[in-house]
């Protein structure tokens, strides 16, 4: 069993930035593949970005290359979403995930265990 709590949401100009962390306890952290994926109102929940368990390999959305970031820190059993310039449909809310088979993988049903999510909103 893992679990997962999201923190840093919140609401954000566009242009701005966030950090989202995701806090991982029970079996060991760094045996997982960890994602980020996000939820709008009335959308289906969509993948974010994958970063492997070293963190040495990473997979982002191609609406979101070139502007987040996924990394983790095993020793603090945390992993991160640096997201910046963000857009007004960046809103949503996020959450993280990880899962235990390898590979990049961006389906959610690939993800074993997921945190609750935390609310981020972008004003125009």
């Known amino acids: 069993q893992v679990q997962l709590v999201e923190f840093g949401g919140g609401l954000v100009q566009a242009g701005g930035s966030l950090r989202l962390s995701c806090a991982a306890s029970?079996?060991?952290?760094?045996?997982?593949?960890m994602g980020w994926f996000r939820q709008a109102p009335g959308k289906e929940r969509e993948f974010v970005a994958v970063?492997?368990?070293?963190?040495?390999?990473?997979l982002y959305a191609d609406s979101v290359k070139g502007r987040f970031t996924i990394s983790r820190d095993n020793a603090k059993n945390t992993g991160y979403l640096q997201m910046n310039s963000l857009k007004p449909e960046d809103t949503a809310l996020y959450y993280c995930?990880?899962?235990?088979?390898?590979?990049?993988?961006?389906?959610?049903?690939?993800?074993?265990?997921w945190g609750q999510g935390t609310q981020v909103t972008v004003s125009s």
């Open positions: 995930a990880t899962k235990a088979r390898s590979g990049l993988g961006s389906g959610s049903g690939e993800y074993d265990y």
């Open positions: 970063v492997s368990r070293t963190g040495a390999d990473t």
């Open positions: 029970g079996r060991s952290f760094g045996s997982y593949y």
